[in-house]
C-alpha cells in the first residue's frame, strides 16, 4: 500500500470502485461498493464503503446512493476506507494473527 494508484484507476478521477479487489481498491483510497456476501468487516460502510446484496435492485440504489456524493465526500470516505484496511488487513496485521495462529497449533503461549 504504497498510495500510488495504478495509471487509469478510478482514484485518479475521483470516482468509486465496484469490483472484486475490495482491499486493493480500499487501499488506493477509493470509496468501494461491495457485496454483503465479500466477506468485508462488518463496519466497512461506516468506515466509507458500502455495501450491497447481489440484486438489481439492491445494486442500483447503491449505486444511486454514492452517485449522490460529492467529490470530498467521495475524496472523505476513500481516506477512511484506506484507514480501516491499513489497521485490519496490512501484512503486519494479518502476519501478526497468523503468527498467533501457528503458536497457538504448536502448543505454545496464545498471545504472541
Not at 56 to 67: M, N, T
Request: proline share 4%; aromatic share 8%.
Amino acid at each position: 500500500m504504497n498510495g500510488n494508484p495504478k495509471p487509469g484507476s478510478a482514484t485518479r478521477t475521483g470516482s468509486i470502485a465496484l469490483q472484486s479487489s475490495n482491499l486493493e481498491a480500499a487501499a488506493a483510497g477509493t470509496p468501494v461498493i461491495t457485496s454483503y456476501e465479500s466477506g468485508v468487516v462488518e463496519d466497512w460502510e461506516t468506515c466509507g464503503g458500502l455495501r450491497v446484496h447481489p440484486d438489481e435492485e439492491s445494486i442500483l440504489a447503491g449505486l444511486q446512493q454514492a452517485q449522490a456524493w460529492s467529490f470530498a465526500e467521495r475524496s472523505s470516505r476513500g481516506k477512511t476506507l484506506r484507514a480501516l484496511v491499513e489497521s485490519r488487513y496490512s501484512w503486519q496485521q494479518v502476519g501478526q494473527q497468523w503468527a498467533a495462529i501457528y503458536q497457538r497449533l504448536s502448543g505454545g503461549s496464545e498471545h504472541v
